[in-house]
């Protein structure tokens, strides 16, 4: 979601100018959806230091050096040990009301659903120990594991699975979102407008199978509920203390809160029965309540820390003695774009969108302004992305065509005819984001000759405007949610969805998004996919800038098999100390 | 003295009163819709209304300020939109609890510096010695924390390695001595001005020729009327702090990984948590009033020339 | 200033006469310091206002190719992470810095508060209570959240109607970011006049009782004569040095604008967003330019301010010798 995107987006741009902490940033960011987002933020607490994002493993950063960077474990590894990092205080602990990065990153790790996202990125079997799909791809059948228990050592039941359908959706519960997450499955409809009591595609066989009933052959739909929103909660504890249950989770994660000091420190522990295995660590401490991560990590004092812009000059270095700490990584699922209302002149005449793709040289900005740390986005979908086609064809920096394409337009190439353009981003939460934007608008006067004026807003009002789609163009990003195509094609281009911010609508487009949807054939639903992305490219309301999120960060060498994924997964069972 | 103190009691509530109405409708009514926030991006506009129905956000406003009233009377400020779960005052306690302990440690760090600085250079009135204490403080005074605060954990937390870089361990503890000095020296210039400021005016005082010409020791009319009235400016720049004592700058936590006030309540102005807002609105409000009061009672204690009613007193 | 050309009778009495600030001000010359503090600020002044003349560049010209240089001939104060000159955005920052504190100081403290302050102090009563306490209230109530309310609602609408002027005058007026400035400036002064409404008030309480004052009355000057001719020029001390100390307040209030999105819009360069931007460790132990001159700039600013409110209370106030 853009939101969240933007807040990922944000912070992935904040890390990129300021090294500091502000979690909060962060968070405030966060407003959206969020799902296993990656960027998190809530790593580490502001950009700092976030290690979200990224795929797995380390590809050294030091390419200079030729050296790889990850610690290479010299030291033996021990059993046990505490992990710490700089966090920051998650809005909530309940899954089903999550929607921010930072909150997704702590639940992973102590909740579970029917099913997860491993570390290739894959939905795998959590409390499920397999489904079968019958009625023609509309009928999921979930076996769940005998021996998948709560931290309290109860067994799951397909019960605690159907009462959590029931609480998230449950209009008293106020879960945001769970109309995008859970609304596919029959019956959540009626339930989450309060016509129904319970969920009529929901049914639980016998106590460790449940049947849930889709309304189409959604293939998508598995991936969907890795969100948090399904999660499985204990009904007991829940209903013990429904205000406070949260301070001590009764989850099925891999590992336990023992302490949380709201603002001040988290500490998970392991979870010795884990079903999938249980962590390594003996326990992870979050410190939540700020601080510079690069001082802290100087000083030895947290494990891990995102690395700024402006840090990244100096660490890059291969003689600066953190080098060989540094990792590198691919950037998150999510893209940073300018979008375009289509209704709005001059932005209604496709050869005007196209001319300004073609005036930006995102290259230049990428690796001059933003240091790199950002992969110049040539079509929609990021690298690594599940129907990721690089065949895609985007626009290269191109003057010469941009301004004839300018002449070419409506508007004809008498730049009085033009109308103004104003875009807007929102606030900057202090950090330099305008930076990349004035570059950009640089550009366009420089190649196109066309002033565009710059405004920002405060956030509240800038989501409420956009929503209302008031703006004429806007600077925004978004994030995965769940590794789909959908994901991004469809809840952002089809002409009915809510989050088409464009005004864009194209019949061919809508007919194509409507098909992949219940295509079963996952090669044919990811090329009619790749359609789509070509077709939205050429219509261009959007200008696809680049894919964010951090890409570097700094891991002391005794720290392990620590992952950095492009979407929020539960990682941290698989990381290690070694007495280095 | 007591009408006048019944006077301005009688105040407060209508104050009060006004002040929370208006920020009450100005989050009915302002720019920002909380529930579009809490809800997330893929919410619709029926699920929005759904909650905003749910939590009577679309009943007349004077009907939900006087429920709202009526829980603040019982000590209920709500539950915070954005910390779903957590109480108001939850989440406030701890947080000004630490903001309070900061600034004081910060007044106190200004005071003790600030005080015996105003004396020295009232002393030497005039000569350079007045000139450059008085710069001094106003160098201090004139650095941003932008620049301060890097520099001091640069130098005593990395370089020195003698201080943590973060954190919070109360009133007692190594963590506040970074935070309290990039606060406090600021307030250094405003207590040596005040200071000197005041004992120049007693030096050419009448009953301090008096006293000088009676014989009395220097020792003596220095302690008992100098010093004295020298508290005058304490007394008046806490009145002034006051206002942001249960606050720190968010510039501030920031820096030092402090869990205050400031980042909560630019969170909550972020997010459009009214329920945050609003409660922190009252009570630095009715600090700010109260503190005041009790600032103008203290006055003619220090100084008999000052009556209430009168100039200081506001 | 204010020019003499009162009756004699009551220029026997006021001090408000040409004489008194005229020994003032020779009072203030006569001081080194006071000299000193005056040439730089109107230094800073200047060479903020005459922006466009004295920078060497643009304070929008990217150049890609020299970003983050450090001090050269070229760029005295180097350059920033998108190849602007440092210098060019200190000077158009200093500008922007100027500009918001003299409207604000002059709308809010100056107009709002010495009125108000004059008008609670000699009338008492009623009126008196009023003021202070909605002015107390205005000063308790954390300003940041009712600007921003202020500043997101009257913001468009300010814009709309300015583009409505410009059309008919055909200069383009937003682009000049008059409208940020004037916004900006109405919002922090709501907030600034109450410590000067205090402070003249205190002084009128003193003052009203005097002899001159109630020797103007019973000669029959009217009440505004006798506010502004007489009460007011013996609080002129005091009033001076809590406007210099002011500047420093609304520079700051600038700083927290810019981080919530509604201060000045860019490219525009003020030097508040410049040092909130490059305020932390890691510009200053790789790029320490970047925030060093923005912030030497400021601070001599407000230092200078700070020193001469100083002198002029020493010359001004005639207890102090």
Redesign the interface.
């Known amino acids: 979601m853009p939101l969240t995107c933007l807040n990922t987006y944000k912070q992935a741009r904040y890390s990129v100018f300021k090294e500091q902490n502000m979690g909060w940033k962060s968070l405030l960011l966060t407003f959206g959806v969020l799902i296993l987002a990656a960027a998190c933020s809530g790593s580490s607490g502001n950009g700092s230091s976030s290690e979200t994002s990224a795929t797995t493993t380390p590809a050294g950063a030091s390419d200079s050096n030729g050296q790889a960077s990850d610690s290479t474990g010299t030291g033996k590894p021990l059993e046990g040990g505490r992990l710490v990092r700089l966090f920051i205080d998650p809005p909530t602990l309940d899954p089903h009301l999550t929607t921010d990065a930072t909150s997704a990153t702590i639940i992973v790790e102590v909740f579970g659903g029917l099913v997860t996202i491993d570390t290739n990125l894959e939905v795998v079997a959590d409390l499920a120990e397999g489904w079968d799909i019958s009625g023609e791809g509309r009928v999921y059948t979930f076996r769940i594991r005998p021996d998948a228990v709560f931290h309290d050592g109860k067994p799951v039941t397909a019960e605690d699975v159907r009462w959590s359908l029931e609480r998230a959706t449950n209009p008293l519960t106020e879960a945001p979102n769970v109309d995008q997450y859970l609304g596919d499955i029959v019956g959540v409809d009626a339930k989450i407008n309060g016509d129904a009591r319970e969920i009529s595609g929901v049914r639980v066989v016998d106590e460790r199978t449940i049947e849930i009933t889709i309304d189409e052959a959604k293939s998508f739909f598995l991936a969907k509920l890795t969100y948090p929103t399904a999660f499985v909660l204990d009904q007991i504890s829940v209903e013990a203390n429904p205000k406070n249950w949260f301070r001590k989770p009764n989850g099925t994660g891999p590992f336990m809160m023992t302490e949380y000091k709201v603002g001040e420190t988290i500490i998970l522990s392991r979870n010795e029965n884990y079903h999938l295995g249980p962590p390594k660590l003996a326990e992870v401490e979050m410190i939540l309540s700020g601080g510079t991560s690069m001082l802290m990590y100087e000083n030895d004092e947290i494990d891990i820390a995102g690395v700024g812009l402006a840090d990244l000059d100096r660490l890059l270095d291969p003689t600066h003695s953190l080098n060989g700490e540094l990792l590198k990584a691919a950037p998150a699922f999510s893209i940073q774009y300018i979008g375009m209302n289509v209704n709005e002149p001059p932005l209604d005449d496709p050869k005007v969108r196209q001319a300004l793709n073609l005036a930006v040289d995102k290259r230049e900005i990428a690796t001059i302004v933003l240091g790199d740390q950002v992969v110049p986005a040539n079509g929609i979908l990021p690298p690594g992305f599940p129907g990721y086609n690089p065949s895609v064809s985007g626009y290269d920096f191109d003057p010469v065509r941009a301004k004839q394409l300018l002449a070419e337009s409506k508007y004809g190439g008498d730049l009085e005819n033009i109308p103004p353009i104003t875009i807007t981003t929102p606030g900057s939460f202090g950090a330099n984001v305008s930076l990349d934007m004035e570059v950009v608008l640089q550009m366009w006067e420089k190649n196109l000759g066309i002033r565009t004026e710059f405004q920002q807003t405060e956030f509240a009002t800038f989501l409420k405007d956009l929503n209302k789609r008031r703006f004429q163009m806007f600077d925004i990003g978004w994030i995965a949610d769940y590794p789909d195509p959908e994901n991004f094609l469809d809840i952002l281009f089809y002409s009915d969805s809510s989050n088409n911010h464009t005004n864009y609508n194209n019949p061919e487009v809508d007919a194509l998004l409507e098909q992949a949807r219940v295509e079963t054939d996952e090669t044919l639903r990811f090329s009619i996919y790749n359609q789509v992305e070509q077709i939205v490219l050429d219509d261009a309301p959007w200008i696809p800038l680049w894919y964010s999120g951090e890409r570097y960060l700094l891991v002391k060498p005794r720290v392990q098999d620590y992952l950095q994924t492009p979407l929020i997964i539960p990682k941290l069972r698989h990381v290690y100390l070694t007495d280095n | 003295m007591g009408t006048y103190i019944v006077q301005r009691l009688v105040w407060l509530p209508i104050i009060l009163l006004i002040i929370s109405f208006i920020t009450f409708a100005l989050g009915r009514f302002g720019p920002g819709d909380p529930v579009e926030i809490l809800m997330g991006q893929y919410a619709d506009e029926q699920v929005v209304e759904r909650v905003r129905e749910q939590r009577g956000l679309n009943d007349n406003i004077f009907v939900q300020y006087g429920r709202y009233l009526n829980n603040v009377a019982h000590g209920d400020f709500g539950e915070s939109f954005k910390y779903r779960g957590r109480t108001v005052s939850e989440l406030l306690r701890n947080k000004m609890w630490v903001s309070a302990q900061l600034n004081i440690a910060a007044l106190l760090l200004s005071v003790s510096i600030g005080i015996p600085l105003g004396l020295f250079a009232a002393s030497k009135q005039g000569t350079s010695w007045d000139i450059g204490t008085v710069a001094m403080t106003l160098l201090g005074q004139s650095i941003p924390i932008f620049l301060t605060a890097p520099v001091l954990l640069i130098v005593f937390a990395l370089k020195l390695d003698i201080l943590p870089t973060h954190g919070w361990g109360g009133f007692f503890d190594t963590r506040i001595i970074l935070p309290a000095v990039a606060m406090g020296v600021p307030g250094i210039a405003i207590i040596t001005r005040l200071t000197r400021a005041a004992t120049l005016e007693v030096i050419s005082q009448d009953y301090v020729r008096t006293a000088r010409a009676k014989g009395l020791p220097e020792s003596i009319v220095q302690r008992r009327h100098i010093l004295r009235n020298a508290l005058i400016p304490v007394v008046t720049m806490l009145g002034f702090s006051v206002a942001g004592l249960f606050f720190t700058s968010f510039i501030v936590e920031r820096f030092f990984g402090i869990p205050g006030m400031g980042s909560l309540f630019i969170e909550a102005i972020f997010a459009r948590d009214f329920p945050i807002i609003n409660a922190v609105i009252i009570i630095v409000t009715t600090m700010f009033v109260m503190i005041n009061l009790i600032v103008d009672l203290i006055y003619p204690l220090l100084d008999p020339r000052i009556r209430l009613g009168g100039a200081y007193a506001s | 200033m204010l020019r003499d050309d009162a009756q004699p009778e009551t220029e026997h009495y006021g001090q408000a006469s040409r004489s008194y600030w005229a020994i003032s001000i020779r009072r203030l010359l006569r001081k080194k310091?006071g000299v000193g503090c005056l040439a730089i600020i109107l230094l800073m002044y200047g060479s903020g206002i005459l922006a466009p003349l004295v920078t060497p560049y643009g304070y929008?010209d990217?150049d890609?190719s020299s970003?983050?240089q450090g001090p050269s001939l070229a760029h005295p104060f180097g350059t920033d992470?998108?190849g602007r000159d440092v210098l060019t955005r200190v000077i158009y920052g200093l500008r922007t810095t100027v500009i918001i504190t003299v409207v604000t100081l002059v709308t809010g403290s100056l107009a709002l508060g010495i009125t108000l302050g004059l008008v609670a102090g000699y009338f008492g009563k009623i009126i008196d209570?009023i003021i202070?306490?909605v002015g107390?209230?205005s000063?308790?109530?954390?300003e940041?959240?009712?600007v921003?309310?202020i500043?997101?609602?009257i913001k468009a609408p300010i814009t709309d109607w300015v583009r409505g002027i410009e059309d008919t005058i055909g200069i383009e007026i937003?682009?000049l970011g008059v409208v940020d400035y004037l916004v900006l400036s109405l919002a922090l002064a709501i907030f600034s006049w109450f410590g000067m409404a205090?402070l003249v008030?205190?002084?009128v309480?003193?003052v009203r009782e005097d002899q001159y004052v109630e020797a103007a009355r019973a000669i029959g000057c009217s009440t505004p004569r006798i506010l502004f001719r007489h009460v007011l020029p013996n609080v002129m001390g005091p009033v001076i040095v809590m406007v210099s100390a002011g500047l420093?307040g609304v520079a700051?209030s600038e700083i927290l604008l810019?981080?919530?999105?509604?201060g000045i819009?860019?490219?525009t360069p003020s030097l508040g967003l410049m040092?909130?931007?490059?305020?932390?460790?890691?510009?200053?132990?790789?790029?320490p330019h970047l925030?060093?001159f923005p912030?030497l700039t400021?601070?001599?600013l407000?230092?200078t301010f700070?020193?001469l409110g100083?002198a002029v209370?020493d010359a001004f106030n005639p207890?102090?010798r």
């Open positions: 310091i929008a990217i890609l970003t983050k992470q998108t209570s202070m306490r107390e209230v000063s308790a109530f954390p940041i959240f009712l921003l309310i500043v997101a609602t937003v682009r205090r008030r205190g002084q309480l003193q420093a700051g810019s981080f919530l999105g509604i819009q860019p490219p040092i909130f931007e490059n305020g932390n460790i890691a510009v200053l132990r790789t790029n925030l060093l912030v400021l601070s001599l407000l230092f700070n020193l100083d209370n207890r102090a």
